[in-house]
């Protein structure tokens, strides 16, 4: 009898693997957009959560496996043209409260000016965010929202005025909520700004590195767009990539293992 209950579970186990041989979507309340950087397919990453909201590499960013957070890819913006753009889509377009989460990995420092991470675009405003490097040396971030250019100013790991290294993986998330901009770290609050509520938007792309601006250098690894203000423990969670799909090779050896091992 034990032995033809445990057939039918690893049967089931292989069916079930059958079943679910494409990888899953990455789905979460308010989650509008998200992207791997595992993969291109025709010049596109694919929008991970299935809404169809793909980017496109318009120039120079490639994929790279040798640096690599989450998954087996990253993108990296070596030259300041690289650049991935975003349709304009409404959900794109309308939020007010919003969440920007993402790994980020310097390759080499600030050039002086202003050096583009991602900007979302709207009618006469760059800033909806606006992320770049402030034209400091080395490296500091910059993320602003208009109207009024209000926002953090030169962050680093610490806060304002602290800087990044080179070739080292952060977490990056920016929580914009009301008037609240909350600014974290590897899952550290590091600093609060004052922005406006309503800030501007409306139909234009999302930028990933080049805009008018020259891109930053860097390598980004899982990028998620959201339309509401995420918590400290959402954003531990996305950090901790928790929201992934978990491979369905690793669950059927997995628990393949485990049945073995209560069977023997």
């Excluded at 690893?10 to 950087?37: K, P, R």
């Excluded at 800087?163 to 909350?182: M, Q, R, S, V």
């Amino acid at each position: 009898m034990r032995s033809m209950i445990y057939l039918f579970v690893v049967a089931l186990l292989i069916v079930s693997s059958a079943l679910t041989t494409h990888a899953a979507n990455v789905e979460d309340d308010g989650l509008i957009l998200y992207f791997s950087f595992d993969e291109a397919k025709g010049g596109n990453l694919v929008d991970g959560t299935g809404g169809g909201n793909d980017g496109e590499i318009v120039d120079g960013a490639k994929i790279v496996k040798d640096e690599v957070v989450h998954g087996n890819g990253a993108m990296l913006f070596a030259k300041p043209g690289d650049s991935v753009t975003v349709d304009s889509f409404k959900e794109l377009e309308d939020y007010t409260d919003n969440s920007y989460l993402f790994w980020l990995n310097f390759t080499d420092p600030n050039s002086g000016g202003w050096d583009q991470i991602i900007a979302k675009k709207a009618p006469g405003s760059d800033r909806s965010p606006g992320i770049w490097t402030c034209n400091r040396v080395p490296l500091h971030i910059h993320y602003r929202f208009n109207p009024g250019n209000a926002g953090s100013h030169c962050v680093g790991p610490d806060g304002e005025g602290d800087t990044f290294d080179e070739n080292k993986w952060y977490h990056i998330a920016g929580i914009k909520e009301g008037t609240d901009f909350l600014f974290y770290i590897d899952g550290k609050e590091v600093d609060k700004q004052t922005v406006p509520k309503d800030h501007a938007q409306g139909e234009e792309k999302l930028y990933i590195g080049r805009t008018g601006y020259n891109a930053a250098k860097f390598y980004i690894d899982d990028l998620y767009v959201y339309d509401r203000a995420l918590s400290d423990k959402e954003i531990v969670s996305v950090k901790d990539g928790d929201l992934l799909p978990v491979e369905p090779e690793d669950k059927v050896a997995t628990t393949w293992g485990q049945l073995k091992k209560r069977r023997d």
